[in-house]
């Protein structure tokens, strides 16, 4: 009696952690699942470049499209690897401060920061050397490079969009730390004469492999040699 | 009173009686090359190294016709109006802004008293009446290039300037093409399409012209391309022939003539037998810096750029002919030698910055040389005749290489140096862009010396394997950079190229990227990435005169005599290129001076010159073909 | 059966040249000096093990069933003291046969490890495994750069000769094996695993990844082709060479198709080098199978691969391409140009 209770307590207990596992947050390994759906073709293409002509300030409701991979810690990892892999950071620097392509960790964005606008311009490439990747990328991929870009926190927010447009947004101070160095303002070194250091030996040829050290042949440790006394000279420009 | 009239006599005779004693025990032997209009009065020791340099094609001094003024790439001067004595009184003059913002690298032109100024991407040309107060624009070219090639140059919109040939200027565009404009008129005489600048090809470097040719290059190191060097005809701009950084024989101009001085560079199709299986055809060795030109020997002289892609254990081998000088016959473009600085580079060090022709003894024998100031750090001279390597010493701050083997003339690699894929290397010095970039130097057959502007830098390096993707970048290195020891990014030193030796330097805060100019007045000029523009006694290496300009400097200054027979310095400002370009790749302070500047300064003795003054000047006011004979004029 | 006659057996079996095996993952018949002298071994253990459970079984049933000998009840104040014949002796002889055994074993053990550490002669060829989820990246090394290529999933090499393999892994961890040519090796990110193996009969052998990868590690198995040397220089001529260019309508719009929506992440060596994120395709048509050895190399698994890859390797990373029925039908041709 007491066998088969315990067994039927284990069984009991095993399925609810099989079941329990079904709702876990998937694995690496498996394809990561959007939280919704990814948006839809039609809602992309009624995002324009730039104002709506005679309404300026309408609000597109395509806009606030939101990235359906925000936050999603397993797709901003799948979006480096792509960032990666596919070469941005070739163009936009490894940490995404940019290079042959702009900045993409500061507010400025020429074709606008929020994510589905983004999202456009990697699929769509723009004029001055970006290309287009929605032949290659499918529309997942593509959200998740956005949502990587999100992580790096240039991007303006859905919520925000009007704000960014007009220009609402607090500016930055993007001045040095505490400036130590007051080397800065002052006239530069004197210039030291260096005597052949004895200590360089020169590659002769025809010899057995020289090693030169792999020092900075660097300056000066002899006394400052006085130039000679300038000599007066004619040095008006003629008429 | 008397006695103060007395004194005041006393004095003045006194100071004529020791001028007098002055200039005559001041010798006055001539120096070992006398150049025109130098008086010469100079010790006899006064060249170091005992250097002679060749200034064909012999351009008028007061002008300056290219970009590195003579074939042998000498960078210097005859003029000696401004000097020693008198460089401390140097004012600005004039300035021009261009209305562009990216890297200035690109030194303005003289020639018949117009100035040809070019910008950066958008690639405009300016022609400048030096002859008129204000240098009004004569003309403007506007060539129109591909906005695409904004987004496929590596390291900024630039250009490194315009040749002038024929009655016509010549220069490349981003976009690939090169364009020959009438200097007259500003119209264009032709074009030429030298590549596709949608598969991330793009032209940077500035044309060489010998003779009736005009020889370009490509850039795109960093992107795949398949480098070459071409020759175009300067009248109609047509393909002469075209030289591939890689491939068969026939397609890099290698043939019976070819005879390379070192074994590892003997052999059939190297430019493919180095490479794994077809990896030579993205494999780079773009042309993109200078050229030098020997007549008597007929040939040039150049460096090809890094192998793509930038992570080695993609492509095992030597990897041909990338990172490697050669040496062409300028007719025919047939290869005469080629000597690799840096086989299988590993870190992007190329192989483009100048050859400078000079000719010298080395152990009593006197050679006819090039002077190479490698990326990797190691000054060479070689014998340019043959491609043997005479000297080879580190000039900068470098660890990844132990020494140099001159039997077999390759550096002798440190294995802990050498990156991999996915494993951060950290603390390698010279970083990609190496002790010295194409900033170029300057020589003088006065002082026997080389003088540069050089980089203290060290860089931590990640390699991520890189797939080749058309016009996306063909790269993998993950970089950043710091200042070597010392905390120094910068320094100006002057060189001795037969005993590859430092004879001075001075060091500097921030990245020295500038070209150099040094005269017969015996002063060097250069000019730091915050901005600042030196003059320097270019045999002590005292600094004489600074100033700081509005922007950080990468370019490469020049003098030229105005038609006011003044004598004066002309400087573009402007920082970017590869100094601020990649934000977190150096540790430049980056915020310390913002990226991005673009105005030409004009220096003179007091800042005399037309166009600043008393009174009201105007554009009107200008200088005649001759100069009046006597002083007064609205001119000071 | 005594372990002699399976020796023999064994050996007949080898001698007579048939080395397909049904299942081929089985291995207890292997055709390499890398494992062989350790499937003897696995044998003889086995075959010793079993000998020490039965003489065991057989002791313990003697003593369980051994007939007692007069048991005095006489006196119950008595303890009966038994002492059996042999004593101390079963002890000193159980633990010295025991001991012998053992060490000889241990002895043997390591003779064969010593031996199958180091390749007998300098293997001549190198090959860079990169494992990934799910599939092999395969660089064969040489001297001479430019005999240096990339392929994907299918080994081959030449019979006879040992073969050197530097195994790493793209991202997690997986495991190198090939039942009939050598033991399984792990394959770690950041690390790079060496071992060697050897075919000394032509044929081909199937591998699979040993260490749970990910949901396709069951979808990720190797081949490994071992044929006569002329052969595989021949094989390895025809992969260093460049496939002949598309020339129908047809496959000239494949190869473009190919150019846009796959080359960003496979290479076709001889097009351009390109992509590297999934397996060069490279004369993909001298592959047996597709995906890894998931199906056999047709043009209609070809066609149902590329249109749906989730459907049949759920998870894998080649995401389901956005292609029209026409334009599946260019691509599937221009690759079946891929010879």
Same mark, same amino acid.
């Given at each position: ?239 | ?69 003579? &074939? ?17 009184? $140097? ?209 040039? &002289? ?146 026997? $010396? ?17 797939? &080749? ?130 105005? $030409? &300064? ?35 | ?40 071994? %696995?044998?003889?253990? %086995? ?19 051994? *007939?007692?000998? !007069? ?23 159980? !633990? %010295? ?16 490890? =010593? ?8 293997? =001549?060829?190198?090959?860079?495994? +990169? ?52 033991? *399984? ?6 690390? +790079? ?10 044929? !081909? ?61 496979? +290479?076709?060596?001889? !097009?351009?080098?390109? %992509? ?36 049949? *390797? ?11 029925? +026409? ?13």
């Amino acid at each position: 009696m007491r066998v088969r209770s315990t067994t039927f307590a284990i069984g009991i207990a095993a399925l609810s952690l099989l079941l329990g596992g079904c709702k876990h947050s998937q694995g690496g390994s498996i394809t990561t699942q959007a939280v919704r759906g990814l948006p839809s073709e039609d809602m992309i293409a009624s995002v324009p470049l730039g104002q709506v002509a005679g309404e300026p300030s309408l609000s597109v409701a395509a806009l606030s499209i939101s990235n359906p991979y925000q936050g999603n810690a397993q797709a901003i990892q799948q979006g480096k690897q792509l960032y990666i892999r596919m070469n941005c950071a070739g163009c936009h620097a490894y940490n995404g401060k940019g290079n042959m392509g702009p900045d993409l960790t500061d507010a400025e964005w020429r074709y606008g920061g929020l994510p589905i606008q983004v999202y456009k311009s990697i699929r769509d490439g723009r004029p001055q050397g970006m290309p287009a990747w929605g032949v290659a990328l499918p529309p997942k991929d593509i959200w998740k490079l956005v949502a990587y870009i999100q992580s790096l926190g240039g991007t303006v927010s859905p919520e925000d969009y009007e704000h960014a447009r007009q220009g609402d947004q607090p500016g930055e101070q993007v001045a040095p730390e505490a400036q130590a160095d007051a080397q800065l303002a002052s006239p530069p070194p004197e210039a030291e004469v260096s005597p052949v250091p004895s200590d360089q030996p020169i590659a002769q040829p025809g010899l057995a492999p020289t090693m030169i050290p792999a020092t900075h042949p660097g300056t000066p440790v002899a006394p400052k040699r006085k130039t000679k006394p300038a000599e007066p000279k004619a040095s008006e420009p003629q008429p | 009173m008397r006695f103060w009239r007395l004194y005041k006599f006393r004095r003045s005779a006194a100071c004529v009686c020791f001028t007098l004693i002055i200039a005559g025990i001041s010798p006055s032997i001539p120096a070992q090359t006398p150049a025109p209009n130098s008086p010469g009065n100079k010790p006899e020791n006064s060249n170091v190294t005992g250097a002679t340099l060749n200034f064909a094609p012999n351009d008028p001094p007061g002008e300056w016709r290219s970009q590195a003024r003579d &074939y042998a790439n000498t960078r210097y001067s005859t003029l000696d109006q401004i000097n020693t004595d008198n460089v401390a009184k $140097l004012r600005m003059a004039w300035t021009f802004s261009d209305g562009t913002l990216n890297g200035h690298e690109a030194a303005p032109l003289v020639v018949d008293n117009t100035m040809y100024v070019v910008t950066p991407f958008p690639d405009i040309l300016f022609a400048l009446d030096l002859t008129r107060a204000g240098e009004p624009i004569k003309w403007t070219f506007k060539p129109n290039p591909s906005p695409i090639s904004k987004g496929k140059a590596c390291c900024d919109t630039v250009t490194r300037g315009v040749a002038y040939a024929n009655g016509k200027l010549i220069y490349n565009l981003l976009d690939d093409h090169t364009v020959a404009v009438d200097a007259k008129t500003g119209k264009e005489v032709w074009r030429t399409k030298m590549g596709n600048v949608e598969t991330g090809e793009t032209m940077t470097m500035a044309p060489f012209v010998v003779g009736k040719k005009v020889l370009v290059g490509d850039s795109g190191g960093e992107m795949g391309v398949w480098g070459w060097i071409a020759a175009l005809d300067v009248d109609t701009g047509k393909e002469l022939w075209r030289a591939y950084s890689t491939g068969s024989d026939k397609d890099a101009r290698i043939g019976a003539d070819f005879k390379p001085f070192y074994d590892r560079l003997k052999g059939k199709d190297l430019g493919i037998s180095t490479w794994p299986a077809g990896m030579w055809k993205h494999g780079a060795g773009s042309v993109w810096a200078w050229i030098s030109f020997d007549p008597s020997l007929n040939l040039i &002289y150049y460096g090809t750029s890094n192998p793509s892609p930038r992570v080695p254990d993609q492509r095992p081998g030597d990897n041909l002919w990338t990172s490697t000088i050669f040496a062409r016959d300028v007719d025919s473009g047939m290869a005469r030698w080629a000597y690799q600085t840096t086989p299988h580079d590993r870190w992007d060090y190329d192989a483009v910055n100048e050859d400078i022709l000079m000719d010298l003894a080395i152990n009593g024998q006197e050679r006819k040389v090039l002077v190479h100031f490698d990326r990797n750090a190691y000054a060479y001279t070689i014998d340019r005749a043959t491609g043997e390597v005479l000297k080879a010493s580190p000039f900068a701050y470098q660890n990844w290489s132990s020494g140099f083997d001159m039997k077999t003339g390759t550096p002798i690699v440190d294995p802990d140096k050498e990156p991999h894929p996915n494993v951060k290397l950290v603390n390698v010095c010279p970083p990609d862009i190496g002790g010295k970039d194409w900033q170029p130097a300057a020589a003088s057959p006065r002082t026997g $010396l080389v003088y540069a502007d050089i980089f203290n830098i060290c860089m931590d390096v990640t390699d991520h394997d890189a797939s &080749y993707i058309p016009s996306s970048p063909y790269d993998g290195m993950d970089m950043h950079r710091y200042p070597a020891p010392g905390g120094n990014l910068g320094e100006f030193m002057a060189w001795n190229p037969a005993t590859g030796q430092k004879v001075w330097s001075i060091k500097e805060t921030y990245m020295t990227m500038s070209g150099v100019l040094v005269t017969a007045g015996d002063v060097a000029f250069y000019g730091t990435a915050d901005g600042w523009f030196r003059a320097v006694d270019a045999r002590s290496g005292k600094v004489l005169w600074s100033q700081k300009l509005g922007s950080g400097i990468i370019g490469q200054p020049i003098t030229y005599m105005g038609p006011d027979h003044r004598q004066y310095i002309a400087i573009s400002a402007g920082i970017g290129g590869a100094a601020t370009v990649r934000a977190d790749v150096i540790a430049l302070r980056p915020l310390d001076f913002p990226a991005g500047g673009n105005t $030409l &300064y004009v220096f003179s003795i007091d800042g005399n010159s037309m166009s600043s003054g008393p009174g009201q000047l105007s554009e009107k006011d200008g200088i005649s073909e001759t100069p009046p004979k006597t002083g007064k004029s609205n001119q000071h | 059966m005594t372990p002699c006659a399976i020796f023999l057996y064994v050996r007949i079996m080898r001698v007579s040249g048939s080395v397909r095996i049904e299942p081929p993952m089985a291995y207890h018949r292997t055709f390499g000096p890398a494992v062989d002298s350790i499937t003897r071994l %696995g044998w003889g253990l %086995g075959i010793i093990s079993l000998l020490v459970i039965i003489i065991i079984a057989l002791l313990l049933l003697g003593g369980i069933f051994r *007939k007692r000998g !007069v048991d005095s009840a006489a006196d119950p104040r008595q303890l009966t003291v038994r002492r059996d014949a042999g004593g101390m002796a079963w002890i000193y002889i159980g !633990v %010295g046969a025991s001991s012998v055994v053992l060490i000889g074993c241990m002895i043997w053990t390591l003779i064969v490890t =010593a031996a199958v550490t180091h390749p007998p002669v300098a293997p =001549a060829l190198t090959i860079q495994v +990169t494992a990934s989820q799910w599939w092999w990246s395969l660089r064969y090394l040489d001297d001479s750069p430019s005999q240096i290529f990339t392929t994907a999933n299918e080994i081959h090499i030449p019979v006879g000769q040992p073969i050197r393999f530097e195994l790493t892994s793209a991202d997690v961890m997986h495991s190198f094996w090939i039942p009939q040519l050598a033991g *399984k090796m792990d394959v770690i990110p950041g690390q +790079t695993n060496v071992m060697w193996l050897q075919a000394d009969h032509p044929g !081909v052998y199937r591998g699979q990844c040993a260490a749970f990868c990910g949901p396709q590690h069951a979808h990720m198995a190797l081949t490994i082709v071992a044929e006569p040397p002329e052969d595989f220089l021949a094989w390895k001529h025809s992969q260093l060479s460049d496939t002949a260019p598309p020339e129908t309508e047809e496959t000239l719009r494949g190869a473009q198709i190919f150019q846009t929506h796959c080359a960003v992440c496979h +290479t076709i060596r001889g !097009v351009s080098p390109a %992509g590297l994120v999934g397996p060069d395709l490279s004369h993909l048509m001298a592959r047996h199978t597709l995906a890894a050895g998931l199906l056999p190399n047709t043009p209609g698994n070809l066609a149902g691969w590329i249109d749906n890859p989730q459907a049949l *390797k759920p998870g894998t990373r080649m995401p389901n391409p956005i292609l029209s029925g +026409t334009e599946l039908t260019a691509v599937t041709s221009y690759l079946n140009t891929l010879h």
